[in-house]
């Protein structure tokens, strides 16, 4: 058998004192989590964050920074996630464009309203990542290199 971690990014994006994030119909009910996804084959990790947050939320971000790395194990799903997390800049939005299956809807929510909801989030990292991104971790995006071989 072999091992593999699944590759996700997520966007954790903040306007005016709030963060975006999308409230989904999940198989464990109904959950709140940054727009995030799966790494696509041959996709950049930058490529995939503006790609799942278009899709979740009709936002289009340019992200900016990479605010952290993390490692986190499901073991009642037996399964390990390798979550990028981006910030940047919003650079658009499309009110009218139809979401992604299984989302209800794209919130901005406060730290505290956050916070207050941690019993759906889709996983404990939701609210690690908005903590990470208020203390002020950045770091560029040149750490990363995406090479097609």
Request: net charge negative; charged share 25%; aromatic share 8%.
């Amino acid at each position: 058998m072999v091992w593999k971690p699944n590759v996700t990014v997520a966007s954790v994006l903040e306007r005016d004192g709030r963060f975006l994030l999308v409230e989904e119909d999940t198989e464990y009910g109904v959950a709140f989590n940054q727009p995030a996804g799966h790494l696509e084959c041959r996709e950049s990790l930058l490529d995939a964050v503006i790609r799942e947050t278009l899709e979740e939320t009709g936002y289009t971000m340019q992200p900016q920074y990479l605010i952290g790395i993390y490692n986190c194990r499901n073991e009642a799903r037996d399964v390990t996630y390798l979550r990028f997390a981006f910030g940047g800049r919003i650079a658009g939005h499309d009110p009218d464009r139809r979401l992604d299956t299984g989302i209800i809807a794209a919130h901005w929510l406060t730290v505290d309203e956050i916070r207050a909801r941690q019993a759906q989030h889709r996983s404990p990292l939701v609210l690690r990542c908005v903590e990470d991104c208020l203390a002020g971790k950045r770091y560029p995006l040149e750490l990363l290199t995406h090479c097609n071989a």
